[in-house]
């Protein structure tokens, strides 16, 4: 059963021979038709007899004991922004969508299916991974499985992932986060969603959206299943997090920039998240940093994610502009407002400001906030444009944060499942992944007393 179970549940019924691959993955395809658990709107195509294949050879070799590990036939959806042999990588764009098949799977990919995950169709997203709002005016809009009668948005740039995992279909997606693209969707739909140093997972066979601050990572159902599948991504073995008692924990608070016009629901979460922490014994100080307070006016035209979209998409943009989502196509433009030398002096403040938290940073185990600051938008909150605006800038403020600092973060959720989703984010070192992973695993135990 994908059933919101972990990789770990999961893996140990697969191994007992209560599971099968493809048993798992029949029902996995099952669940992902039609809306009823939205697998209409959560994934552009399904291959689905070269998932019973792959999942029936799977089953074969663990009869004669020859599975790649005890996660082999598990089904993890695949971000349209990556490579998979035989599939056309469409971005979630219909611009690219009539290029020819990939000839071999991007290497996050790879590295997935060669420990026996298998790859479970192509997820939905924001086109070319440009908007934290999750929204696709080609393949649908993925919605919050919260209030689903009312329509909220899933978060963005890797919605369809996030709710294929959020709904039960499968117990894992891979994403991208280039401002917040794994931890905003997470935050939106209940799940925790992982984003890593950047250099720790190869991105070759991937879209690029800006090279400066992209970053790959998984969405699961818990925090081993995101330090399982970072294990694999980052070419090791999955690794469960190292056991850490809370109150080893010393955790700074960021009380700037980041609590800036925080809803009243966020912020009753996010308070009695911190007091979970404190009553566990974590060390909790207060902590500013005040070179984030310059960050509007860093990015005042689009800073690096636009500059370096346009020229990744300047040829696209001339022979096919009309083809774009025109709200994606208008973002990548505002770059062509900024000013000459303009790229250079944002790379260089990006540089002295990353020195400048390791210093201020330096002796906690994790800087944490609210990972979004507002409960997911109403889809006719977003239909305007400066709705789509104000709300995609808010969902992407904090997440960026990481990216900017070039810091690994993870996204918790912190409340009951059928209420209003909020997420909590812990910023680790850079390049210490695993520390984080302990650190949220810790948290993680703090805050089960908030998800019931």
């Keep these: 059963m994908t059933d919101h179970k972990t990789l770990s549940q999961l893996s140990g019924e697969l191994e007992s021979g209560k599971l099968t691959a493809r048993a798992l993955v029949d029902e996995a395809l099952e669940r992902a038709q039609g809306s009823a658990n939205q697998g209409d709107v959560a994934f552009i195509s399904i291959d689905a007899d070269t998932i019973r294949a792959e999942a ?42 009539s290029n020819p098949p990939a000839a071999k799977d991007a290497e996050p990919v790879a590295r997935l299916r060669a420990a026996g995950f298998i790859p479970f169709g192509r997820a939905n997203m924001t086109e070319f991974a440009f908007s934290g709002l999750g929204m696709n005016a080609h393949y649908g809009d993925p919605a919050s499985p919260w209030q689903r009668g009312v329509g909220r948005v899933a978060g963005g740039s890797s919605s369809g992932g996030a709710v294929s995992v959020a709904e039960g279909i499968v117990p894992l997606t891979l994403g991208t986060d280039t401002g917040g693209s794994c931890r905003i969707p997470a935050a939106c739909c209940g799940i925790v969603g992982y984003k890593p140093t950047a250099v720790r997972v190869p ?40 056991p850490r008692d809370v109150s080893s924990l010393r955790l700074g608070v960021l009380k ?12 009753a979460a996010y308070e009695a998240a911190l007091d979970a922490l404190a009553k566990a014994g974590a060390t909790l100080e207060d902590v500013t940093f005040d070179p984030l307070d310059r960050m509007p ?57 990353i020195d400048q938290a390791e210093q201020v940073f330096a002796g906690y185990d994790a800087i944490v906030m609210p990972t979004i600051p507002i409960v997911p938008p109403k889809f ?28 690994c973060a993870i996204s918790l959720p912190v409340t009951p499942d ?3 989703p909020v997420g909590f984010m812990l910023m680790g070192v850079p390049g210490n992944d695993e520390a984080l992973f302990a650190c949220a695993f810790a948290a993680e135990q703090a805050f089960a007393p908030l998800r019931t």
């Design 56 to 97: 029936e050879s799977i089953d074969k070799a663990r009869a004669e004991g020859n599975a790649p590990s005890p996660y082999a036939g598990i089904p993890v959806s695949i971000k349209d922004l990556f490579d998979v042999k035989g599939q056309v990588t469409a971005a979630g764009s219909t611009i690219l969508a």
């Design 203 to 242: 991105q070759d066979g991937t879209v690029e959206l800006a090279t400066s601050l992209d970053s790959i990572g998984p969405l699961g159902n818990s925090v081993d299943c995101c330090a399982r599948a970072f294990g694999v991504l980052a070419g090791g073995p999955p690794t469960a997090p190292e």
């Design 297 to 353: 006016e860093i990015n005042a035209r689009g800073g690096l994610v636009t500059a370096e979209a346009l020229r990744f998409h300047k040829g696209r943009l001339a022979q096919h502009e009309a083809e774009f989502d025109q709200r994606v196509s208008k973002r990548i433009r505002r770059a062509e407002t900024q000013e000459e030398g303009e790229y250079d002096r944002i790379l260089l403040a990006r540089r002295e400001m």
């Design 418 to 420: 059928l209420s209003a």
């Design 256 to 267: 700037n920039y980041v609590l800036e016009n925080m809803d009243q629901t966020v912020a």
């Design 380 to 407: 006719e909150d977003v239909a305007s444009d400066d709705g789509y605006t104000r709300n995609n800038l808010l969902l992407l403020r904090n997440p960026s944060v990481g990216n900017w600092l070039d810091r």
